[in-house]
């Protein structure tokens, strides 16, 4: 197995904040793809910006490398999760959406520290809980 030791909790950090923002934005804007695909993008961009810069500033002694990890990993499950949007609408997309966002809660689960039934069960938690969130902010 490939050790990721010091780009363990970069990865982890951004992946989790990147597909956070990526559900905030498949629930509230449902309905919209072409919305959904440039927001999805915009926030992804920007989430590889802000994550590496805060990475990289926060802990200087990490060093760039790490940094890059945190908003590269941000990108990735903030942009990858919206791509079925660019070929359709509905179910056709809404599904592999989804599949591609428990993708990414699986990855996450398992480069948390904590292993087994607790690290999916947290993540995942934590990814519903912000669905709802945005969810109900999408109905003001």
Known sequence: ??????????????AADGVTVLLGLLVSLAGQPHALVKAAVGA??????????GAWLSDGDAGIWPALANGSAALGACALPAVPYLAGSGWTAVVPS????AVTGCVISV???EKG???????FSILAGAAVLCWAVSLI
């Not at 992804?44 to 810069?53: H, K, N, Q, R, S």
């Not at 039934?117 to 993540?123: G, K, P, V």
């Open 98 to 101: 989804v599949a591609l966002v």
């Open 44 to 53: 992804g961009l920007a989430e590889l910006v802000g994550m590496t810069a």
């Open 111 to 113: 480069l948390r520290p």
């Open 117 to 123: 039934a607790l690290a999916y069960l947290t993540t």
């Open 1 to 14: 197995m490939i050790s990721l030791g010091r780009f363990r909790a970069p990865l982890t950090f951004g």
